[in-house]
């Protein structure tokens, strides 16, 4: 046979046993119910309620941020919550992350010891 041929057969053979090759991964899945179990419950604006609203019972985000796309989508970040608009009209409430404060004592006393 053909050198060429031969070369031919065996890169297909290898690309059909790669594409056999079984792969594998972890999946993780929390419920929603269980994600801020630990966390206060925060008041959101719902759904279909007005910036001007939001406003009067938030008061003044910590950052507006500006429409962009169409729809014209904007954002008000607040400490605890960021508030989703389209346009006047509230689309989403989500809570922002906070991560949790980690507490060394090892690092305060280690330190006054030497």
Known sequence: MNKKIIRQIIQ????????????????????VGQQ???????????KGMS?????DLFGKPDEDIP?????????WKYKEFT???D?????HSVRNFQP???T????????NNY
């Open 67 to 75: 429409a962009k796309g169409t729809p014209p989508i904007s954002r």
């Open 100 to 102: 949790k404060e980690k």
């Open 104 to 111: 060394s004592n090892t690092s305060e006393s280690t330190e």
């Open 36 to 46: 801020a179990r630990d966390m206060a419950s925060v008041d959101m604006p719902p």
């Open 83 to 85: 508030v989703y608009f």
């Open 12 to 31: 297909s053979l290898l690309i059909i046993s790669f594409a056999c090759t079984p792969t594998y991964a972890d999946e993780l899945r929390i419920p």
């Open 51 to 55: 910036k001007e609203k939001v406003r």
């Open 87 to 91: 346009s006047n009209t509230v689309i």
